[in-house]
């Protein structure tokens, strides 16, 4: 399978070595924190995670011309760590998870569908749930329903702005969520009866 595409297309810019250094320091770094997280979310790894961000960053100075200053900056840098993490992912495992959405792709397309279909786990999934087990539950789902989650629920991104930096249909990021979603909280489920706590969602 052909790597995913570093940097999204789109006109040059042509910036002075100033410039540069301007949206370098303004507009990059001041998401390193939201980068390290989502690098440390989606390797598991703290060693790794730190490679990946400073590689996302080394790679955002190289190609700092694709981006237009003024746009989603957070968004930008985002596209680019996960591809560079999905390239080489499948490079380790030689062949990328495959996972099928498309038996519930068409129901969420439609216009009706939107983000109260299943609650934002911040005031649902994860209401009486011990952090650690949030981490570890989060952990063990597949990268793909890992990272949408990570996305919506803990970086706040917009449909729109995920099915950019994810580079799939806003359909497509809707059914992952909702799936994602689900599986989250049936793990935690589990976690919380074990734990005695009462079952509300059902």
């Avoid at 700092?64 to 560079?84: H, M, P, V």
């Avoid at 629920?153 to 930096?165: C, H, P, S, V």
């Amino acid at each position: 399978m052909e790597e995913l595409p570093i940097i999204p297309d789109g006109p040059r810019q042509n910036y002075s070595d100033a410039e540069k250094g301007e949206i370098f320091n303004q507009e990059f770094l001041p998401h390193i924190r939201s980068m390290y997280n989502f690098a440390h979310r989606l390797t598991l790894d703290e060693d790794d995670a730190k490679d990946l961000v400073q590689d996302t960053y080394l790679k955002a100075y190289r190609f700092i011309e694709s981006f237009q200053k003024g746009t989603n900056a957070k968004a930008w840098l985002f596209r680019i760590l996960k591809n560079s993490f999905i390239n080489d992912y499948r490079k380790k495992i030689k062949e990328p998870s495959k996972v099928d959405y498309q038996e519930v792709e068409s129901y969420y397309n439609s216009d009706e569908v939107d983000r109260q279909i299943t609650p934002d786990l911040r005031v649902d999934a994860l209401k009486d749930m011990i952090g650690d087990e949030i981490s570890n539950a989060l952990n063990a789902l597949d990268v793909d329903f890992r990272t949408v989650i990570i996305l919506c629920d803990l970086e706040g991104f917009k449909y729109e702005e995920m099915a950019k930096i994810l580079d799939i249909p806003i359909g497509t990021v809707r059914s992952r969520l909702h799936r994602a979603r689900n599986l989250l909280k049936e793990k935690l489920s589990e976690y919380a009866k074990e734990m005695g706590y009462k079952n509300t969602a059902s």
